[in-house]
């Protein structure tokens, strides 16, 4: 963590990457806490993106009315590709100075910090991180903003398709969304109660997943419900669906990808109260002279970890609760 005091007035806020329920709540948190404490926040519109165009405008309390409720992000977001360039990274700056904007809070994944890390090497505006991402990969809190949602999401839709699973007696392959993690997936499977999972944490063989169906069978089991991790070992969900009807003709198998339906709605009780105590937090240790770093919540706790550590290391869910899901399935 770098920390240094320097007086803070104007503080820019942004989201970035991937839309995550509760990133308006994370926001509002920021814009009522740093009003509380006589700051003026900036709302910059499409992450760095607008950053670099210079989309940037007032947030006043009255701004953020109305908005802890509702899903994707009022500031609007992208991936940026000119962001990566000096070129683009040197607008960015000259903006944020015309603003008079002296410290930054970013929301977003890991794409988002490092960028951030980036900037904030070459031009020392001191930013603090909020991990706003639906896929719970990020080292240095428990939860992220919008992976509860995420995973409640999902397992309402597994419920329902269990009702016509079990109507029909078929194998549903269930694509949920994670990038590398498998974290969505693994809470899913656990949630719903589904027969097993495909994860990038563990690796399996299309072998593998037929010899479980199999022993399903024997157990009389007349439905199954396979959750994907999209960034499992075998491949696409649709290609995994094939090569289980080459090798089994035990089970009619069918195939829903949820796909976005993860990213949107209003964020779970949960998710408000996350990106609430982050964001007011975000305030008070830029206040207090602490940057560098992204704010997570780890044993209940707030904690800042540095944007470095947070990239660079892995978090994955642990082998005891995946053998867990594994028991629980059988
Ligand atoms: O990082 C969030 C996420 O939803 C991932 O789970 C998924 O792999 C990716 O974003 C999809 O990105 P896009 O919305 O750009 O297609």
């Known amino acids: 963590m770098t920390e240094g005091k320097k007086e803070i007035k104007r503080i820019g806020v942004f989201t ?4 995550a329920p509760g990133m308006n709540a994370a926001i509002r948190a920021v814009v009522r806490a740093a009003n509380f404490y006589d700051l003026h926040v900036y709302g910059i519109h499409r992450g760095y993106e607008g950053m670099i165009d210079g989309e940037i405008k007032r947030l006043e309390t009255i701004d953020t009315a109305n908005i802890i409720q509702r899903g994707g992000t009022i500031l609007k977001t992208a991936r940026s590709m000119r962001f990566m360039s000096p070129e683009g990274r040197k607008m960015a700056y000259d903006n944020l100075i ?3 904007i002296d410290a930054l809070v970013a ?3 890991n794409g988002t910090f490092t960028g951030a890390q980036v900037f904030l090497n070459e031009y020392g505006i001191p930013t603090i991180g909020l991990p706003g991402t639906i896929d719970n990969d990020l080292y240095g809190t428990d939860y992220t903003i919008g992976f509860d949602t995420a995973v409640n999401t999902a397992v309402q839709a597994v419920d329902k398709i269990r009702d016509t699973a079990d109507s029909h007696n078929r194998l549903f392959l269930i694509e949920v969304m994670g990038r590398h993690s498998g974290y969505i997936a693994l809470h899913t499977a656990i949630g719903s109660g589904a027969s097993t999972f495909l994860i990038p944490e563990q690796a ?4 593998g997943l037929v010899d479980k169906i199999k022993k399903a069978l024997k157990r009389k089991k007349l439905f199954g419900l396979v959750i994907i991790a999209e960034g499992n070992h075998i491949g696409e ?3 995994i669906s094939k090569m289980l009807e080459e090798r089994t003709t035990d089970y009619d198998v069918k195939v829903t990808i949820i796909g976005h339906l993860q990213r949107g709605g209003s964020p779970s009780a ?3 109260m996350l990106a609430s105590r982050l ?4 305030v008070v240790a830029l206040m207090e002279g602490k940057y560098n770093v992204m704010a997570g919540v780890v044993n209940d706790q707030v904690v800042f970890t540095d944007f470095e550590q947070a990239i660079k290391n892995k978090k994955e869910p642990t082998q005891d609760l995946i053998k ?3 028991i629980l399935g059988m």
């Not at 399996?204 to 072998?207: F, P, Y």
């Not at 964001?279 to 975000?282: D, E, P, S, V, Y």
């Open 237 to 239: 969900t649709m290609d």
């Open 324 to 326: 867990m899901a594994e």
């Open 16 to 19: 970035s990457g991937g839309d």
């Open 270 to 272: 949960y998710d408000r």
């Open 204 to 207: 399996t063989s299309i072998d």
């Open 279 to 282: 964001g007011h937090q975000a």
């Open 98 to 100: 015309e603003n008079d």
């Open 107 to 109: 929301i977003g994944g």
